[in-house]
């Protein structure tokens, strides 16, 4: 047997043959497998003197850490060459006086360094965000049978999402995937939890893209060492072993699983007869329409397969290639078949609308266009445009790319050697499926996953025509005698194998292993805490306010809706999420709260431009108005609308039913990556239209060829009034009298009020200008006076018993945002603390605030009363 091309000597594949794919496909599977369970596998808790040694270095390096830099910071006049032995006595002497503070560090790193080892949650999470949004929709199946109370024409009513209305959302298979395995898992360990049972999905179906693609590589010729290579370097790739490890309940496995069926049928279909290329068209076409309930953008798959069939129905009319021939029954079988599964299984209006939606998304990750309204995916890391060497190790890495480019190279021994000319066509079809995946691909990350099979099938191709060159070769060599010749031949195959995994699996092993230890879930001990607090302690019909990425989480695992999330980021939800934690008075956020909470986010702009008042002066209008109490609202309508149309717009931003329950979410990262959130609180629509007109018209026809991503950031903050500058808190390291001294270069003299800023390594020095503290529960501001030199603020708070310090801009300290997390609410009127956590792996806290609607009758809210 020829492990080569994976025949027997015969024309048919023998029983060995079989059982030589099936030892492939099952190592593969195996491989494949392993580095996708980490989360499942134990770690043994470490030793508890290793814990301590660990935990005593790390406390011990912190502090000489800290006096290394206040020597740095005051300018000691100690050498350098000295500073390390003095920072090191200096430990050794606090460790002395202040033991027992010292002894509370060691035992809380201890903590984390427990926290931190595998399997110490208390539960079992999904990967990232999305794939709660899917857990929602398999619990409410569970719950009631159905994933919405109200569907209609192939969409479903999720009135978790984009509150008060809620969000029509195509219907999808994915859920039902979910219900599926969840049962199954139940049935072999009774009592599984949902998400636990949820997190086992992106692992069969692991099993199911690998079974396709070894399918797809069985189509192409490719023997078993081709196929292995090739389906190694789809499973370790590492945007795809990212996005189908466990936990990842999401759509991105089916982005090969349905492709590489759909492929692997169209390759089978080329040389077949008329009848069988319909047949194998029509399988095709109907893999293509369940693909559509199961990623909105599936017409990619349709079009280059399409694109592939014309060329190739080309090529054969023009050169008779019997090895083409079934293109072209297949192509139109391909279409009507696509047509009537799409139909079948969405409905015709939905179908139709998958399409447009389908190359809407695409066009929405891809663009960079400058917008009116601020273009929420410029600011989503899956969304940049890939660098060559960032898309090599998305893809795989040095050694496989070297292999991959062989494989694209391959054609010039192609078309030398007649043994492997039947690879011509299929390297074309391969090139021709390829060229606009990079193209996409490289202009943004997210769609690299689709790159990976393409790029994986070249890889294989390489493999395969080099070795059966080679094998030739062999072959015709007339040195040796005929029974070392047959001797070779007969462990060529073997040899070959062993070369080929001995190159390329070293780097990929060691390249999965590393990313499966960084496979970690953003929910935690922590946001769970949180998510149960709203999900128990709120009412049923609360409402939760957030800034978009934690939507899922608070929807279904809180189980309250929300105004925007990682599905409908890019709406006017997002805007008016900003406004209100950006703003700097009370009666702002509380103004469009009012206005989201009555009639939602879009409402009263529909309203304004369907009276022909554009984007830009209604949403002038609608941020002069909100503020506003109802009456000194309707005044100033009146000057610029009717006044039935100003008592319209009324009901929607001010006389509606907005005091139902109202909880603020905050988080860490919200606030130590505040800058997207106060780009878009602070858009200006008129610079954003200018903006927009000017680059149309520089753009030209082809402009869109010529789209540059650091050019449309550019544009994009400058669509905004300004960035608001902030750098992280810092506590406080020491005191000398009045003088309080933080770890980021702050000093305050707390007699005078006056602070200033050391930072020698930035060449930052002088005086700020405000200084904000907490006095009496109120926010108190300072002023630098005329010795101000920078224009910049500094807020003390007190945080863990200690004092801390934060540098920013005045109008960021001022902000809802900055109020909530470092005072607590302290110093507002209208939000209350009712929940707080921390944790310390990774270091995070959670808060939860509940709004008190002003009234004049007090007992109508009991809680401002008190």
């Given at each position: ?30 491989v ?12 043994p ?7 301590r ?6 406390v ?7 006096i ?40 809380k790193?201890?903590?984390?360094v ?9 539960r079992?999470?999904?990967?990232e965000s999305d ?17 919405s ?32 395995v ?13 998400m ?10 692991v099993v199911?893209?690998?079974a396709s693609?070894?399918f ?36 991105d496995?089916y982005?090969?699983?349905?492709p590489?069926?759909?492929?692997g049928?169209?390759f089978?279909a080329?040389?077949?007869?008329r009848?069988r290329?319909l047949l ?6 109907a893999?293509t329409?369940?693909y ?6 599936w ?5 280059i ?6 060329f ?5 009319l ?5 090895m ?7 192509l139109?079988?391909y279409?009507?078949?696509?047509l009537a ?10 179908f139709?609308?998958?399409i447009?939606?389908g ?8 663009s ?8 929420v ?13 960032r898309?090599i190790y998305?893809t ?9 480019a ?10 030398r050697e ?5 690879f ?9 499926l390829?060229?606009?995946?990079l ?5 943004t ?11 994986a099938l070249?890889l ?10 080679a ?5 015709g060599?007339?040195?040796g005698t ?8 007969k ?5 070959w194998?062993l ?11 060691i390249?999965?292993?590393a ?14 805490s949180?998510m ?16 978009w990425?934690?939507g ?19 709406l ?8 209100i ?14 206005m ?24 002038d ?8 109490e109802p ?10 609308l ?7 717009l ?25 800058l ?33 991503r ?15 500058r902030y ?13 309080l ?5 702050v ?20 005086q ?16 630098g006076?005329a010795?101000?030199t ?24 001022r ?22 956590n ?6 995070m ?7 008190l ?6 007992e109508?809210?009991p809680?401002?009363?008190?």
């Amino acid at each position: 047997m020829r492990i080569l091309d994976g025949k027997t000597q015969d024309a048919k594949p023998g029983l060995s043959s079989r059982i030589v794919w099936v030892l492939f496909f099952a190592a593969v599977t195996a491989v494949s497998l392993v580095f996708r369970s980490y989360e499942l596998i134990p770690k043994p808790d470490i030793p508890e003197t290793q814990k301590r040694a660990l935990a005593e270095n790390f406390v011990q390096q912190s502090l000489q850490k800290q006096i290394l830099t206040q020597m740095h910071s005051s300018g000691s006049q100690i050498p350098e060459a000295m500073r390390s032995e003095f920072a090191s006595q200096q430990v050794a002497a606090i460790i002395k006086t202040d033991r027992s503070k010292y002894e509370d560090a060691v035992k809380k790193f201890m903590a984390s360094v427990s926290q931190d080892s595998r399997g110490a949650s208390q539960r079992r999470y999904l990967l990232e965000s999305d794939p709660y949004h899917f857990m929602g929709q398999v619990e409410k199946i569970l719950e009631t049978g159905r994933v919405s109370d109200r569907i209609e024409n192939g969409k479903f009513l999720d009135r978790m999402r984009c509150y008060p209305h809620g969000q029509w959302v195509a219907y999808g298979a994915q859920p039902w995937v979910g219900v599926l395995v969840y049962r199954a898992a139940n049935l072999l360990k009774p009592g599984l939890g949902l998400m636990e049972a949820l997190g086992y999905v992106p692992l069969v179906l692991v099993v199911l893209v690998l079974a396709s693609f070894f399918f797809l590589c069985r189509t192409l010729d490719f023997g078993p060492v081709a196929a292995s290579a090739a389906a190694l370097s789809v499973s370790l790739a590492p945007i795809y072993l990212q996005r189908s490890s466990y936990g990842w309940f999401d759509t991105d496995p089916y982005n090969l699983l349905f492709p590489n069926l759909i492929l692997g049928l169209f390759f089978l279909a080329l040389p077949s007869t008329r009848k069988r290329s319909l047949l194998l068209g029509a399988a095709a076409g109907a893999s293509t329409g369940i693909y559509v309930l199961f990623w909105i953008g599936w017409p990619f798959i349709f079009l280059i397969v399409s694109g592939v069939s014309l060329f190739l129905i080309v090529k054969h009319l023009l050169g008779k290639d019997p090895m083409i021939q079934g293109s072209r029954f297949f192509l139109p079988a391909y279409w009507v078949s696509t047509l009537a599964a799409g139909i079948t299984a969405a409905g015709p209006g939905t179908f139709s609308e998958f399409i447009v939606r389908g190359a809407k998304y695409v066009g929405a990750f891809a663009s960079m266009e400058p917008n009116t309204w601020p273009n929420v995916f410029l600011m989503v890391g899956e969304t940049t445009s890939v660098t060559p060497i960032r898309l090599i190790y998305l893809t795989g890495n040095f050694v496989t790319c070297v292999i991959m480019a062989a494989g694209i190279l391959s054609i010039l021994w192609i078309k030398r050697e007649a043994s492997l000319k039947v690879f011509t066509n299929r390297w074309w079809a391969l090139l021709f499926l390829t060229a606009p995946l990079l193209i996409l691909a490289a202009g943004t990350e997210r769609f690299t996953v689709l790159l990976v099979t393409p790029l994986a099938l070249f890889l294989g191709l390489a493999v395969e025509t080099l070795g059966r060159g080679a094998a030739e070769k062999i072959r015709g060599a007339g040195a040796g005698t005929s029974a070392l010749k047959s001797l070779v031949m007969k462990r060529a195959g073997c040899l070959w194998g062993l070369a080929v995994f001995t190159v390329i699996l070293p780097m990929q092993l060691i390249f999965a292993h590393a990313l499966a230890l960084k496979s970690e879930p953003i929910m935690n001990d922590t946001w769970y805490s949180a998510m149960e607090v709203l999900r128990d302690k709120t009412p049923d019909s609360a409402v939760v306010y957030s800034w978009w990425p934690p939507g899922y989480f608070i929807s279904a695992l809180g189980r309250r809706p929300v105004f925007a999330d990682g599905g409908t980021q890019e709406l006017p939800g997002s805007y008016w999420l900003a406004r209100i934690f950006m703003a700097t008075r009370e009666e702002e956020a509380l103004g469009i709260m009012r206005m989201l909470n009555s009639s939602g986010a879009q409402a009263a702009l529909d309203v304004l431009k369907g009276w022909g008042i554009k984007t830009a002066s209604a949403m002038d209008l609608l941020n002069s108005i909100l503020p506003l109490e109802p009456g000194e609202a309707k005044l100033l309508l009146e000057k610029n609308l009717d006044p039935q149309r100003a008592e319209s717009l009324l009901r929607l931003t001010h006389l509606g039913t907005y005091q139902v329950p109202s909880f603020l979410f905050v988080y860490s990262e919200m606030v130590e990556k505040n800058l997207a959130m106060s780009v878009f609180a602070r858009w200006n629509f008129h610079k954003a239209a200018v903006i927009q007109k000017a680059a149309s018209q520089s753009r030209g026809v082809l402009g869109v060829f010529r789209s540059n991503r650091s050019e449309s950031i550019r544009q994009f903050i400058a669509s905004s009034e300004s960035v608001l500058r902030y750098l992280p808190e810092a506590k406080l390291e020491r005191r000398e009298g009045s003088r309080l001294i933080f770890g980021n270069g702050v000093i305050v003299d707390w007699e005078s009020k006056k602070a200033l800023i050391s930072r020698p390594a930035e060449g930052v020095q002088g005086q700020i200008s405000r200084l904000f503290y907490l006095e009496d529960s109120q926010l108190k501001e300072a002023g630098g006076g005329a010795s101000s030199t920078l224009d910049i603020s500094v807020l003390v708070f007190e945080k863990e018993g200690n004092l801390a310090a934060v540098i920013a801009d005045p109008d960021l300290i001022r902000s809802l945002l900055f109020r909530l997390y470092y005072l607590r609410g302290a110093s507002l009127r209208h939000f209350r603390p009712v929940f707080e956590n921390t944790g310390e792996s990774p270091a995070m806290t959670v808060q939860v605030f509940e709004t008190l609607w002003p009234t004049s009758n007090p007992e109508a809210n009991p809680a401002e009363a008190k």
